[in-house]
């Protein structure tokens, strides 16, 4: 079939430089995994490369189209497309448990909803590359004190390495995006589990930013928290001032308090 129409209600920018889709296939390491699940392949600039490394490949697309494009010109793999929504898709109906790494040049719209998908099956995924809209994966990457640390930044860094690894330019889409694009990727920590109670340290981490210029003492009322608790030093800082690992401390303290 003729090339694939980029769609605007998925999100499609369809990358046409070879050297950079072959640069963002290189950037995982392949260790501790057998099996990579590209997101978001549309004609496969980027599979290609990924299909020339010693690991199982497959690729999940959404758009019926690119399957049917991928089918006829990727012989290699045959009984590896997934035509499904990632979002909404039972990973395990292929993976059963087993570790895989996630990449892709991940459509802007849905780009975090990836991210955070990933955080929740973190237990198999122990790499994750792929490129975003640039200020998405600088936020990601962000450090405590930049203006775009943020809940994103927080949760990623809690469970991964993350890396800001390249800038790409609009110019190499098809169509050119409005903004340039930034390529990213996360390893898993050698130790990913939390000093703390999950589900906790998510509420404090969102409410802390949904009102990011208060600081934590009044950001945090609502938890109903002890005066004792409250004088903490801690609670004099606004969100952005706070590291990782002092926002799990903060949510083992709060823990503490609620016993």
Request: charged share 30%; hydrophobic share 40%; aromatic share 10%.
């Amino acid at each position: 079939m003729e090339k694939v129409k980029a769609k605007k209600h998925l999100g499609q920018h369809f990358l046409k430089d070879e050297s950079i889709a072959k640069a963002i296939a290189d950037t995982l390491n392949l260790d501790g995994y057998n099996d990579i699940l590209e997101i978001g392949p549309g004609m496969g600039v980027l599979t290609k490369y990924l299909l020339e490394k010693p690991i199982n490949t497959y690729v999940i697309e959404i758009d019926t189209e690119s399957v049917t494009y991928l089918d006829e010109n990727f012989p290699k793999l045959k009984d590896k497309i997934i035509s499904k929504d990632f979002l909404r898709w039972n990973l395990n109906e292929v993976f059963e448990g087993k570790q895989f790494a996630i990449i892709g040049n991940f459509p802007y719209n849905i780009s975090t909803q990836i991210v955070f998908r990933t955080l929740e099956f973190r237990n198999q995924i122990p790499e994750f590359s792929g490129m975003f809209q640039k200020e998405v994966a600088e936020r990601i990457c962000s450090k405590k004190g930049s203006k775009v640390y943020g809940i994103l930044s927080v949760l990623a860094q809690a469970f991964y390495d993350v890396e800001y690894l390249f800038t790409v330019d609009e110019t190499v889409f098809i169509p050119p995006p409005k903004v340039k694009s930034g390529v990213m990727r996360m390893r898993r920590k050698e130790n990913y589990t939390l000093a703390c109670n999950e589900k906790m340290l998510y509420t404090v981490v969102k409410m802390a930013f949904q009102q990011r210029r208060k600081t934590m003492r009044n950001s945090l009322k609502s938890l109903n928290l002890s005066d004792n608790l409250r004088e903490d030093k801690i609670f004099d800082l606004r969100p952005e001032q706070l590291s990782v690992e002092q926002f799990i401390e903060l949510t083992q303290k709060i823990e503490a308090n609620a016993i």
